[in-house]
Nanobody, 123 residues
Framework: QVQLVESGGGLVQAGGSLRLSCTASGTVFSNYAMGWFRQAPGKEREFVAA????????TYADSMKARLTISRDNAKNTIDLQMNSLKPEDTAVYYC????????????????WGQGTQVTVSS
């Protein structure tokens, strides 16, 4: 069993940056992906980025990859998502997830989810 807690969301102006964090407790297996998804009102939850827990390989949504950096700290059991040049369309609840085998780009692959953190980008 894995528990995930997100932090770092908030309100930011367009063009600004935010850094989201996710802390995991429990057992995260080495081949697991730790991923970020987002869900805007009225839309499906979509993949944002993922990192392999051991090794640190990364994968990003093509539409966002130029503005994102995902990283992990195995010692602290955390992953971070640095988001730059934010746009109003990035407004969504951002979720941390794990339990998928890397790269884990599909929502259905993940077994464990955090409660989400709200990101709001004002124009």
């Amino acid at each position: 069993q894995v528990q995930l807690v997100e932090s770092g969301g908030g309100l930011v102006q367009a063009g600004g940056s935010l850094r989201l964090s996710c802390t995991a407790s429990g057992t995260v297996f080495s081949n697991y992906a730790m991923g970020w998804f987002r869900q805007a009102p009225g839309k499906e939850r979509e993949f944002v980025a993922a990192v392999r827990w051991i090794g640190g390989s990364t994968t990003y949504a093509d539409s966002m990859k130029a503005r994102l950096t995902i990283s992990r700290d195995n010692a602290k059991n955390t992953i971070d998502l640095q988001m730059n040049s934010l746009k109003p369309e990035d407004t969504a609840v951002y979720y941390c997830a794990t339990g998928a085998v890397f790269p884990g780009r599909e929502r259905r692959e993940y077994h464990y989810w955090g409660q989400g953190t709200q990101v709001t980008v004002s124009s």
